[in-house]
Nanobody, 122 residues
Framework: QLQLQESGPGLVQPSQTLSLTCTVS??????????WSWIRQSPGKGLEWMGA????????YSPSLESPPVRISRDTSKNVVTLQLISVTPEDTAVYYC?????????????WGQGTQVTVSS
């Protein structure tokens, strides 16, 4: 059974870099054709797809998140996918999810982690 587990700091100060980890078990992040996305939900808002990394290591990002920059990377030896969000603001407060799909924002994500709450506040 594939499982995804997000982890990271629950509280981040404004202007700092947020780093989150998605640990995948029960399957490999190198399995062909799958992409691993980061998706967030801010209070009172819908789900926002941020970006994804493919089984090949190719990345794709939401155009709305070009500034500040978002970086998604992976460590295949540990089977984890990481998200870095540079210079966060209180508007980045959200529940962050990692998910698996056959692509990015236009594709159905069939497995999700439980999500991790991140609050940006001084």
């Amino acid at each position: 059974q594939l499982q995804l587990q997000e982890s990271g700091p629950g509280l981040v100060q404004p202007s700092q870099t947020l780093s989150l980890t998605c640990t995948v078990s029960g399957g490999s992040i190198k399995t062909r054709n799958y992409w691993w996305s980061w998706i967030r939900q801010s209070p009172g808002k819908g789900l926002e797809w941020m970006g994804a990394i493919a089984y090949s290591g190719t990345t794709a990002y939401s155009p709305s998140l070009e500034s500040p920059p978002v970086r998604i990377s992976r460590d295949t030896s540990k089977n984890v996918v990481t998200l870095q969000l540079i210079s966060v603001t209180p508007e980045d407060t959200a529940v962050y999810y990692c998910a698996r799909g056959m692509g990015g924002s236009d594709y159905y994500q069939d497995y999700w982690g439980q999500g991790t709450q991140v609050t940006v506040s001084s």
